[in-house]
């Protein structure tokens, strides 16, 4: 699949609008990656003669999100798969176990979905709850109720529809990386909290993504400390 997606800042303000984020990321420089500052924002990179790979971490929601960007520096067709992500956790490089879940892009666009549709359902039932409300009382107060309930359902369907579009714009999917080209991709996973049965005993202080590309690794890792 040949397609070129063009990330925007949205992915940045989607963190913001969907609450505070508790924790922030930095990433961490070694023999492999470099980090860089760009738009006031610190980057990991690594660059290699056929290739160059950016990475950012942040939270949205209650999930991890990593973006992702890789520049095609060969002559060659560079072929990235949407199962090439694995995000892991711990508390120092050698301590880490993989994260409860890395989504591929199918996955993720599909559990959105869901979620979504869920939401919409059940705005829809009050809406007609409402509605059944407001023509056996006909009172101004059910009226209202009716109204605001309808409102909220448009709302919640708009939005629900640009999110799902900005999803399927911007998530890492299989794809074919022209020469000279660039592609842009959004990983998410969700890490484990403490006192689960996954060997995580105190929160975790770093993460990770794994990309393997072209049969060969590239890990970023990213300090995680928690907004006080």
């Not at 860089?36 to 929601?61: F, H, T, Y």
């Not at 605001?148 to 640009?162: G, M, T, V």
């Not at 990983?187 to 006192?195: F, I, P, R, S, T």
Request: a negative charge; charged letters at 25%.
């Amino acid at each position: 699949m040949k397609r070129q997606y063009l990330i925007v800042t949205a992915a940045l303000l989607i963190s913001l609008v969907s609450g505070c984020a508790s924790y922030y990321y930095v990433p961490v420089e070694n023999e492999q990656v470099m980090v860089i500052a760009e738009r006031g924002l610190s980057i990991a990179v690594i660059e290699e003669e056929s290739m160059r790979i950016n990475a950012q971490a942040g939270d949205e929601k209650e999930h991890i999100r990593f973006r992702v960007e890789i520049k095609n520096n060969s002559d060659a067709i560079i072929s990235i798969n949407e199962n090439c992500a694995t995000i892991r956790q711990g508390t120092a490089p050698g301590n880490m176990i993989e994260a409860k879940k890395t989504y591929t892009a199918s996955e993720f666009l599909e559990k959105e979905s869901d979620s979504a549709a869920t939401m919409a359902c059940c705005l829809c039932m009050g809406a007609v709850a409402s509605s059944a409300s407001a023509a056996r009382d006909g009172t101004v107060s059910s009226r209202l109720n009716e109204h605001i309930a309808y409102e909220n359902l448009d709302k919640e369907l708009e939005e629900s529809a640009s999110y799902l579009v900005f999803l399927r714009n911007n998530l890492l999917f299989t794809s074919d990386i022209l020469p000279g080209k660039k592609y842009r991709g959004l990983v998410y996973g969700d890490l484990w909290k403490n006192g689960f049965d996954s060997g995580v005993k105190t929160d975790s202080t770093m993460i990770s993504i794994t990309l393997r590309i072209n049969e060969k690794e590239y890990v970023f890792l990213f300090s995680r400390n928690k907004v006080n």
